[in-house]
């Protein structure tokens, strides 16, 4: 479905008018209040009509304004609400314009005796989870209490939800069938979006080579999947509750054959696949380097031809081992480029955040600032970007409780990215993997935080975020469009950017490079890094300070005989704007 159509179907004119009042005596407002910030984020007009008021009140303003929805609330003595609904239909019913949804919320008890005085469309009893709350909003749930299912395909999710973000969590056990009953859980709990499967490694590497699987992989990191039927039943548990989408890992090889299967079984939400990563280079998968690098590349472009969103997780394993701000920032923005040149229309950019976990808040922001700013200045008709956002596994304290105040913490200062999807990492994972209890209370309380965030007029930005972002943008141009100078011969220098052995000397030059990768056969792992007034900055041990990036990479340049990247400058900044026109 094109973009524009599915907001054209979901938009709500800005014209619908809500009313809501507690009525009697009732002064419990904490519920209608929730509910108008819901209504006004999706273009709502709301009329509060304030606690203990009159049931002929109510109906005056009725009149007067003629509202699309009016909403009553009582939380007192359950019976004592009859008659004062009785009176209310008395009137009600006389009215020649009626709303379009008449709606009541109580306790549980009171509910029963408002379904005796008269026909609302629709009963709250509080905790309702926000998709059904949206589902009456958008005028997709009727009275007849069919089951409402939501779009059940990215973009379309994306935007019948927005302003809200989806949320996605992992979620993969030892046990197939665990798994499955925990994907129903979720589903029913109607707060997920996304549920990523995790599989196991044997199911990542070795899929179509049993012969290959290794014991002591079964389950390990995951779900053991072994059988076409595994991949359906997985599909099966999700279609209740709010019917979340599902996505996987897109594995170690034989990436096509897997995409294929993906979308034939679970119909995969999006694929996440690396371009540096995943290999023999961090010991994920069999391939080396170079030749994973090709294949990453054709099921990139396998994905975009069958229009499947992808997104390329690589920059942030590159912080996972400690590099530098500047490089991951710069992987980023060359991960779009390559996304953009194989045709890949919608792509996911995950920011995570807090890692490494020593970054100060507003540092970390910069960085993913640069991120997104980077990659909107790829963006055209043909490709869109879709951020996503995360918190950082290793930012996680082992004691539960602190665990939930750096969910809480680190999830506040992402929203300041906008992002259309919420990465909720469970607060248990530095204990022990996720159950559907510890992903069910983790998205509840990133819900909380965005609902008082997209309620509230935040502005998280300060000068020096803005001169970091700038700096960071900067470094990250002048690291990209190096590119180019890395192509040999007459072939390579066509397009650089999708030319494997040219992002291969990314790495084996020490371009990209990370402090963990040292003593690694594909990479330099040269670089020294260190948490400079909050940032993660390459730094010059022999003389004690900040390592400028350009001066590390004319370093560098002087070590290698093939290559002259510093003096070439001139021709490098002659490739700054002509990358994203192509």
Partial sequence: MAMKKVQKKFNIQKKKLILTACIGQCVHVAGSYNFMQIAKQLGYKTFFMGPATPILDVIDKVKEIKPDVVGLSYRLTPKTVLPLLEKFFRHYDKINKKPDKLIFAGTPEAVEFAKKAGNFHYYFVGGEPKYEIISILRNDFEYSKEQFKPPMELISRIEWKKPYPILRAHFGLSSLNKTVEGIKKIAKAKILDV?????????????????????????????????????????????????????????????????????????NAWAAIPIFWFN?????????????????????????????????????????????????????YLCGIIAKK?????????????????????????????????????????????????????????????????????????????????????????????????????????????????????????????????????????????????????????DPYLNPTVLNRLVKYGIFDAPHLKNNKFAKGEIQTKIFNGACVSWDSARDKVYDELERIKDIDNTIDEINLYNNLSKIRRFIGKVTDK
């Fill in 342 to 494: 194989l045709g890949v229309k919608h792509f996911i950019a995950q920011y995570m955040f807090n890692t490494p976990p020593a970054l100060t808040l507003d540092m970390d922001l910069a960085k993913m600032m640069a991120k997104n700013e980077l990659l909107n200045t790829l963006v055209d008709k043909k490709f869109s970007v879709i951020t996503q956002v995360r918190t950082g596994l290793a930012s996680f304290p082992l004691d539960l409780d602190k665990a939930k105040g750096q969910l809480a913490t680190a999830s506040l200062v992402q929203l300041a990215i906008k992002p259309d999807i919420v990465h909720i990492v469970s607060y248990s994972e530095a204990d022990h993997a996720a159950n559907p209890s510890d992903i069910i209370e983790s998205c509840k309380i990133v819900s909380q935080v965005i609902n008082k965030v997209l309620s509230s007029n935040l502005d998280f930005t300060n000068i020096d975020i803005i001169k970091r972002k700038d700096l960071l943008i900067k470094q990250a141009q002048d690291i990209i469009h190096l590119i180019p100078n890395l192509a040999h011969d007459l072939e390579e220098p066509k």
């Fill in 195 to 267: 549920i990523s499967i995790a599989p196991d490694q044997n199911s990542q590497s070795h899929y179509f080579h049993p012969e290959d699987q290794r014991s002591e992989l079964e389950g390990a990191g995951g779900v053991p999947l072994r059988s076409r039927k595994d991949f359906e039943d997985l599909n099966r548990a999700r279609m209740n509750g709010n019917y979340p989408l599902l996505r996987i890992y897109a594995g170690t090889r034989d990436f096509i054959k897997l995409g294929r299967l993906y979308q034939e079984t679970i119909q």
């Fill in 280 to 332: 023999q280079m961090d010991g994920r998968g069999p391939l080396p380097l170079k030749k994973s690098i090709k294949q990453h590349l054709d099921v990139i472009k396998w994905h975009a031809t069958n229009n499947i969103p992808v997104e390329i997780n690589d920059p942030h394993h590159w912080s996972l081992r400690n590099s530098s701000d500047a490089i991951a920032v710069a992987d980023m």
